[in-house]
T-cell receptor, first 111, second 113 residues
Framework: DAKTTQPPSMDCAEGRAANLPCNHS???????VYWYRQIHSQGPQYIIH???NNETNEMASLIITEDRKSSTLILPHATLRDTAVYYC????????????FGSGTKLNVKP | DTAVSQTPKYLVTQMGNDKSIKCEQN?????MYWYKQDSKKFLKIMFS???????INETVPNRFSPKSPDKAHLNLHINSLELGDSAVYFC????????????FGEGSRLTVL
């Protein structure tokens, strides 16, 4: 599975949009992009995933570039409870068991 | 009802002891996992079971033995505990079909003294 690169930390003001980037330049055509987050030592929580098209759900939006080499997770109105480590993972559709977590981005939402 | 539940949440024990952590999922998923998160917060996959069959064993010492009595349960038994085994252990499950996202338990914090 392709590797991902994320900034180690980011700050965001409460109420503003948080845009978390992820680089996955070696992604192949059958690999999906997944985002998870971990709030202070709780179990990681699934946020969203996508293949080619942009995706939106009640938690976030996922923007994938046309060449699929990078993506951005958008939390439209960040709250203090969104402070967490956010993990970007790529996984081939046939490797359904293999989720490998990197070091993620620590998002600090500030009042 | 908790979807993926682990017991115990906290476990403090002495070096050399044997301990078990239990995991149950009520989601009807086919695949279950154990992940280890060390003090540096890296989350590493240890094992994956699909319908009670071992799929992934990520070079984990054989002191760690997963056991899956049925597809809703995946227990982790650890023999001869060492200081380096201190970590938070997360159980997870996923469905084989569809997006296959992972659902995690709340973790079991193991401290070896």
């Amino acid at each position: 599975d392709a590797k991902t690169t994320q900034p180690p930390s980011m700050d965001c003001a409460e109420g503003r949009a948080a845009n978390l980037p992820c680089n996955h330049s070696t992604i192949s055509g059958n690999e999906y992009v997944y985002w998870y987050r971990q709030i202070h030592s709780q179990g990681p929580q699934y946020i969203i995933h996508g293949l080619k098209n942009n995706e939106t759900n009640e938690m976030a939006s996922l923007i994938i570039t046309e060449d699929r080499k990078s993506s951005t997770l958008i939390l439209p109105h960040a709250t203090l409870r969104d402070t967490a480590v956010y993990y970007c993972i790529v996984r081939a559709d046939y490797n359904f068991n293999k989720f490998y977590f990197g070091s993620g981005t620590k998002l600090n939402v500030k009042p | 009802d908790t979807a993926v539940s682990q017991t115990p949440k906290y476990l403090v024990t002495q070096m050399g002891n044997d301990k078990s952590i239990k995991c149950e999922q009520n989601l009807g998923h086919d695949t279950m996992y154990w992940y280890k998160q060390d003090s540096k917060k890296f989350l590493k996959i240890m094992f994956s079971y699909n319908n009670k069959e071992l799929i992934i064993n990520e070079t984990v010492p054989n002191r760690f033995s997963p056991k899956s009595p049925d597809k809703a349960h995946l227990n982790l038994h650890i023999n001869s505990l060492e200081l380096g085994d201190s970590a938070v252990y997360f159980c997870a499950s996923s469905q084989d079909s569809g997006p296959g996202e992972l659902f995690f338990g709340e973790g079991s914090r193991l401290t070896v003294l």
